[in-house]
């Protein structure tokens, strides 16, 4: 699928629920957010109709994200039931890892690939304040799991707020040990910490590695991550990149949509505009109607970001940004 600005579409994240079993800062409130009601979200059975649909108009990588998608019953018979759609290339998760230990032999089975995991610290004062039920050495060990499962490439997402998460210097240690991708990323306000003086620039983040240690530069790893320097320690398995979605936006290599759980085609992560795909698959699938939405989708999707404060609509967690 090609949109009106050229780019060729063949991305797309599926939010599979809406529920986490953390409560990041950067993500959500405190007391979480209003839960959809079961029968608002999309079933396995629908989600794959869907998808049936978009890998046959182009789409052929998926990356299933929440909320927190191992919370979602069931989630990986719907990994097996993707991976058998014709024509799919690729899919992948995101999780906050608190999970893997108990998944990641079954996803693997199944025939997931490769991961990422959120890890916004690792110090467990930090973790636990940012996460605020979560706890380090849980999400150290579903890091471990996927290692020990054999996930390739494993990426860890750090979405970094000045003064709070803003040392870098454990991950890169840990690169030396682990065969992961570390990907610091700039804080996106959309979610409850709204516009506050939390982002780190893209810049300064680099600043800060180059401080730390000598770095070469390293192939970048499969998949579909907008990072686009990878860098690592010499000698050291993993490396470490920077993803700055808003001090050097992508979007003019923008090559994804995204699927909320309540049935929502939503067109830019910064952006409040969705198509609602849901009528086109109940109480029967539609297919020709299905395709309709996403030559709408190509029409519709913005150029660019909006430069300006903004109504986003859902929050980051919501979304599965």
Not at 146 to 175: E, H, M, Q
């Amino acid at each position: 699928m090609t949109d009106r600005f050229g780019r060729t579409i063949d991305y797309i994240r599926i939010s599979v629920t809406d529920r986490c079993n953390l409560r990041c800062r950067y993500c959500m409130p405190e007391e979480g957010v209003p839960m959809l009601e079961h029968e608002d979200i999309l079933r396995f059975e629908e989600i794959v109709a869907f998808m049936r649909v978009a890998v046959s108009e182009g789409i052929v990588k998926v990356r299933l994200t929440g909320g927190e998608p191992l919370r979602r019953p069931g989630i990986v018979d719907l990994v097996r039931m993707l991976l058998a759609v014709p024509g799919l290339q690729d899919l992948s998760l995101t999780t906050n890892g608190t999970l893997l230990p108990q998944f990641a032999g079954q996803l693997k089975a199944a025939g997931l690939k490769r991961v990422n995991i959120g890890l916004p610290s690792l110090d467990p004062a930090v973790y636990a304040h940012l996460t605020r039920l979560g706890s380090l050495d849980t999400a150290l060990a579903g890091l471990k799991a996927a290692v020990d499962t054999g996930f390739s490439p494993i990426k860890l997402n750090v979405v970094v707020l000045r003064g709070v998460n803003d040392d870098l210097a454990p991950y890169l240690d840990l690169t030396r040990r682990l065969p992961i991708e570390v990907r610091f990323i700039e804080y996106m306000p959309i979610g409850p910490l709204g516009e506050d003086n939390c982002l780190v620039p893209a810049a300064e983040l680099r600043r800060k590695l180059e401080a730390l240690a000598p770095l070469e530069p390293a192939d970048k790893p499969r998949g579909n991550g907008p990072a686009q320097e990878y860098r690592r320690i010499p000698g050291a398995p993993g490396t470490v990149a920077v993803i700055a979605p808003v001090t050097e936006h992508f979007c003019p290599t923008c090559n994804r949509l995204r699927l909320v759980a309540d049935g929502h085609l939503r067109l830019c992560l910064f952006g409040a505009d969705e198509i609602d795909i849901k009528p086109a698959l109940r109480p029967v699938v539609n297919e020709e109607a299905l395709r309709a939405m996403l030559v709408r989708a190509m029409q519709q999707k913005p150029e660019c970001m909006p430069e300006t404060a903004r109504d986003y609509g859902r929050t980051m967690g919501s979304i599965g940004g």
